[in-house]
């Protein structure tokens, strides 16, 4: 039972962590992912608008760059004006948002003021770049945010086929527009996260809740379940000392018969005074029986012979349960059994109570006593009643169920929890001639240690 409760207790605790290990790496994929999309996005931009500008610098005779952004001396209008439409063309061509020749010393020609972006772009060119393209190989820049939106540039030298240094720079700027896309989704995420850390925060509330709720049913449900077994050991010490109880009234109201009688048998009345006493101890052992059910450890254990007391046992009961004659028994030698003093007459009792209210007074119940293969003893309790069906053969012996009008249910209980605190079994079978048959096996004692025939 305990350990069904630590598996309850620890399980929300368990699908808590593992739910916040969950979340944890889907947070952390997610970042991971959207980062690693960045990143070849960004790349991919790179690396196009790199070939853009490569292709661009290549289409560009460095005459005509000479002739328009040159020297005064070399300066031709036709040239300028050419090239300004060539770069408009390809810009509009590829979808750019601008593209323009510099000089060598980073100026821009064709723009109308010198603060546009352009130049602020390539003020900020580090020393790296500018020596990339006055080497000969292109630059591309970092996305750039600007008046709320992304873009991006690339530049290529323009190079003579002598190859000298270079005679201007292709700069193209690109709209990277997605990119905006991406931060909105990169914010979104961040408030993801947050929501997903007070998810967790609310999961693990809830379990500590649960828990306390839980702990606070168990204790109840502890305490209802040892109320229940109080009841339970209270109706059964109350429905076994019945039949003790019994058997001292039959006794008791038979000697006030003898009295009433003129000649009186002293031998008889003599003989069941004894019966009085006898019951009584009885009593007190039934008594201290189930007392010691708290303690099983301390449950002292007797050997009993079998094959003597049953015959004795059964004259004893004539006078309790008036069953004189309704009854036949068999007795094979067993040798003894170690079990509880009082638990072999008590099941005999029960089982054969059982018995005789369920069979026709003119059918005897039969009582026998054998051998049941090496090391066991087995009582057999065979009535001629209606007999029990197989589905319901486990059940009779739960507290409390029985198919009489007046019985309590408590007597196979109370036969079962005997028979297995001794180390026996119970079983139910059907009877050839109808009913059924109860038979219970005992180890025999001489396959038990010298200890266990003094205490169990």
Aim: aromatic content about 8%; cysteine-free.
């Amino acid at each position: 039972m305990w350990g069904q409760v630590y598996r309850r207790r620890l399980l929300p605790w368990l699908v808590t962590v593992v739910m916040l290990a969950i979340l944890a790496g889907i947070n952390l994929g997610y970042r991971r992912i959207l980062g690693e999309f960045y990143a070849a996005l960004n790349e991919e931009l790179g690396e196009q608008l790199s070939g853009l500008a490569e292709t661009f610098a290549a289409s560009i005779p460095a005459e005509m760059v000479s002739e328009a952004i040159g020297s005064e001396s070399a300066f031709s209008p036709e040239a300028f004006v050419r090239l300004r439409e060539q770069t408009r063309e390809f810009a509009l061509a590829n979808r750019l948002v601008s593209a323009t020749i510099l000089d060598t010393l980073w100026q821009d020609p064709f723009a109308a003021e010198s603060d546009s972006l352009g130049a602020i772009v390539f003020s900020a060119l580090d020393r790296k770049g500018r020596a990339a393209l006055l080497s000969g190989l292109p630059w591309v820049s970092e996305t750039y945010r600007w008046h709320g939106a992304y873009y991006r540039s690339a530049a290529a030298p323009i190079s003579d086929s002598s190859g000298g240094p270079p005679v201007g720079i292709v700069r193209i700027e690109a709209d990277a527009g997605y990119f905006a896309a991406w931060d909105q989704l990169d914010s979104l995420s961040w408030w993801v996260h947050a929501l997903s850390v007070l998810f967790a925060l609310a999961l693990v509330g809830l379990f500590i809740w649960y828990g306390r709720i839980t702990r606070h049913w168990e204790a109840e449900l502890l305490r209802s379940e040892k109320l229940i077994g109080l009841g339970r050991l209270a109706a059964t010490i109350a429905h076994e000392i019945r039949n003790p109880l019994g058997i001292i009234k039959a006794t008791a109201q038979r000697l006030e018969r003898l009295e009433r009688q003129p000649s009186t048998d002293r031998a008889h009345q003599t003989e069941l005074l004894r019966f009085m006493p006898a019951e009584a101890d009885r009593l007190d052992r039934i008594l201290s029986g189930y007392l010691r059910l708290a303690d099983p450890s301390a449950t002292h254990r007797t050997s009993v012979t079998m094959e003597d007391e049953l015959p004795r046992w059964l004259e004893t009961l004539k006078a309790g349960i008036g069953g004189a004659g309704r009854w036949e028994l068999q007795v094979e030698p067993t040798g003894p059994i170690i079990v509880d003093a009082e638990a072999p007459r008590q099941v005999l009792m029960n089982l054969l109570r059982n018995a005789l209210d369920i069979s026709p007074p003119e059918e005897p119940v039969r009582i026998q006593w054998r051998p049941a293969g090496p090391g066991w003893g087995e009582l057999v309790v065979a009535d001629r009643g209606p007999g029990i069906p197989r589905r319901l053969r486990q059940r009779v012996f739960e507290p409390f169920y029985t198919t009489k009008t007046t019985g309590s249910g408590l007597g196979l209980y109370a036969v079962m929890m005997m028979v297995e605190r001794d180390g026996g079994t119970i079983r139910i079978g059907h009877n050839p001639g109808g009913g059924a048959v109860f038979t219970v096996r005992w180890p025999l004692a001489r396959d038990r240690t010298s200890n266990d025939r003094v205490t169990g």
